[in-house]
């Protein structure tokens, strides 16, 4: 596809560029921000920067939550926890309503697990009253205890990543740079509108992060300029790199960070943490 093409896309009406990156919104001083992680696409980095920008911010002395929505238990998995041995998790806290602390792990920080037999609660959840707000009910209780629960949306714009919307102050959108999916993008911004009209009116895109990126490929350079020309401010500045380091770590059941401290992938999610806790500022001062 040309570069013409993919930015005809952006004639959607729907998609409009807004000004700025959008600061959080914070409903009382002592709770916590909460942020989904999101794009229908497998394989963006949405797991990998839930677990390492968590950290990031646990590093700067803020609690943190992870809360894994995906069946496939990714982010379970890259923080040593295996989701085939276990009994009770995020399944039992949506269709059971059992309290969230009873499936929250201690590890790099607290992390809400995920079994597979969360493939099963779109279905499960699909016939009870009050099925878009059971995340929102689990927050409840521990909101104050946080100042940021990070949620991992699988890959699909269902009922589970509903629930993340429902419950989430703002959406950060992982985006690889090789494979730009501007439709992809106008599909997740219809069903957030959705959300607000019916659900929750202050839900909205806070960022959106290239992740993937590598300088040596005119395709990755061009698909972050499209993605500047058309979004602005709402592109964080920081760009995730391609690196290995990215898979070798949750091999061995952690973040970058603790893997290789000091190395360039931790410190782009460092760079991240500063700019998302930025967007909050700014809007404190507002
Ligand atoms: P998603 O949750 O969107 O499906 P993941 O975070 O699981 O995506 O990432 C998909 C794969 O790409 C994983 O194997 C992960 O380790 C790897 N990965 C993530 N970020 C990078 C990166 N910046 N460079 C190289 N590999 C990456
Ligand atoms: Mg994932």
């Known amino acids: 596809m040309t570069r013409t093409e993919l930015a005809s896309y952006m004639g959607l009406a729907r998609l409009l560029p807004r000004p700025n990156i959008r600061p959080l919104h914070e409903a009382a001083p002592a709770t916590a921000d909460v942020i989904s992680f999101a794009n229908q696409k497998g394989g963006v980095a949405k797991t990998t920067t839930t677990l390492n920008l968590g950290v990031a911010l646990a590093e700067k002395g803020h609690r943190v939550l992870l809360v894994d929505l995906d069946p496939q238990g990714n982010l379970t998995m890259s923080q040593g926890l295996n989701p085939d041995t276990i009994e009770r998790s995020m399944f039992d806290v949506l269709v059971h309503r059992m309290p969230i602390e009873q499936v929250i792990e201690h ?25 878009e707000r059971a995340l929102e009910k689990a927050f409840a209780p521990v909101k104050e205890r946080y100042d940021f629960i990070l949620i991992d949306t699988p890959p699909s714009l269902g009922l589970l990543t509903i629930n993340a919307f429902v419950a989430s102050d703002g959406v950060i959108v992982p985006v690889q ?8 993008l106008v599909q997740l911004e219809n069903t957030l509108s959705m959300v607000r009209e019916n659900l929750n009116p202050a839900v909205e895109i806070i960022g959106i992060l290239p992740t993937m990126y590598d300088k040596r490929l005119t395709h990755s350079r ?23 380091r990215f898979a070798e770590a949750p091999v061995r059941g952690t973040s970058v960070l603790a893997y290789d401290p000091t190395g360039e992938a931790a410190e782009l999610y460092r760079d991240l943490a500063k700019e998302v806790l930025n967007g909050k500022k700014s809007r404190k001062h507002a």
């Open 107 to 131: 590890r790099e920080v607290d992390i809400a697990v995920s079994s597979i037999d969360l493939a099963g609660a779109d279905m499960a959840l699909s016939s009870q009253i009050g099925r």
């Open 177 to 184: 740079t090789e494979y730009l999916s501007l439709r992809g």
């Open 222 to 244: 061009e698909a972050e300029e499209i993605l500047r020309e058309n979004f602005g401010g709402l592109v964080y500045n920081t760009r995730i790199r391609k690196t290995v």
